[in-house]
């Protein structure tokens, strides 16, 4: 074991214990023993001296040109991808994922980083005629204030990068609160931010409790905008108390993902994408496939193919090169997935494989649980319906595509879908029918890129994107702009018309 790393808060580009000096600690998922970390228990306090620093520190950042607030973001992407494998473990130990998904966790921050910075030179306003003579029309963006960012802990270093680099190259400054169950990753990440030299109080980092820390974020009235990640029902919090407050939010939340594999797929390719959208991450990703939706006619062959592939999986530390699902992130949620096996068997579901805690040797040590795959599900199920967040996948049985389609639909989340078909008429059927932010044709539900809209419908968000262009909506405010050099008073709408 190696000795825990010390996190404090960063406030105005300074390493600060919390007021009260109270703190908590992370551990290893793999190993409940490891101490990580130690991190402040920051109260209100700790945060109005954040949010008043970032306040400060905005007035000046917002003058920087956009290009130049770029380049602050491209050597924190040279930064990143020079600490690749130092923060791919830190991952590993703390949140559990196996190192090449680690790997992938860093990377995507640095996807992100060169991303965002060419954005600096491309914050696009637009020109139009005005219907006036001798009068220009523009409109540009501006960016919004202080902005609070709440991330979870699957994505400890990815999800704070999409949201902190656009917001920052916006303009804005930032406050980050990260998940207590991954602060060194949080710290580690921010120690890069500040390596790459932004001015005090552009970023700042908060630790603590969702319940102190969070709130305290969401409801400070000089919080101009809260981009959180997390469960529909904070979210739901989150977005009311936005909205009584006037803040501009962007909330990205649950899901119940499904993936299609329809009687002409290609059922190796299904399958391989089965496997990696169920279990990857050890199924706690938004966008996991919680569902797999199989044509009658490939049923039964493709759940024998799922069932021994399934068996062979081999459940590990993530820091162990040959782990192919890690742990889940506490015992808390090991409890919660544990619990959905005995709904399961109460609403006459089966349990093909797996279906408990794993405790086999080293296993015991941390937060196991066994890949499982649920059969004889039905669609008005809870585990067909709400998110586990756990390696558990169901499977329904459909007759044709149309039902497919609808049974896909029929959930209150709407983030990310699958199907698989050899047939292009079904494939752009499903594009237009299926409701979902994230639309995959033979592909599993899990990968996305940096350059596209990331995000979902329903009660999976607010209708706000993450990533691509669409996070510049998110992070600034559009200002139209008019210029009259006629030298007289002309009156829109009343001059120009008889």
Known sequence: MTTPLNCQNYINGQWLNAATENTLNSHNPADKSEIVATFPRSQADDVDRAVANARQAYRSWRKVPAPARAEYIFRVGELLLQHKEELAQLISREMGKPLTEARGDIQEGIDCAFYSAGEGRRLFGQTTPSEMPNK?????RMPIGVCALITPWNFPVAIPCWKAMPALVCGNTVILKPAEDTPACATKLI???????????VINLVHGVGEEVGKALVEHPDIDLVSFTGSSATGAYVGETCGRTHKRVCLEMGGKNAQVVMEDADLELALDGALWGAFGTTGQRCTATSRLILHRDIKEKFTAMLRERTSKLRLGAGTELDTEIGPIINNRQLQRVH????????EGAKILIGGKIATDGQLKQGYFFQPTILDNVTPDMRVAREEIFGPVVALIEVSTFEEAIA?????????????????INRAFAAIRDIEAGITYINGPTIG?????????VKQTGNGHREAGTTALDVFTEWKSVYVDFSGSLQRAQIDNRS
């Open 136 to 140: 220009f029309a523009m409109t540009v």
């Open 191 to 201: 120690e890069i931010f500040a390596a790459a030299g932004l001015p005090p109080g």
């Open 339 to 346: 619990e959905y096996m005995n709904i399961a068997h109460e």
């Open 407 to 423: 049974i896909l639909n029929d959930t209150k989340y709407g983030l990310s879908s699958s199907i698989y078909t050899r047939d």
């Open 448 to 456: 996305a890129e940096v350059h596209l809209p990331f995000g979902g």
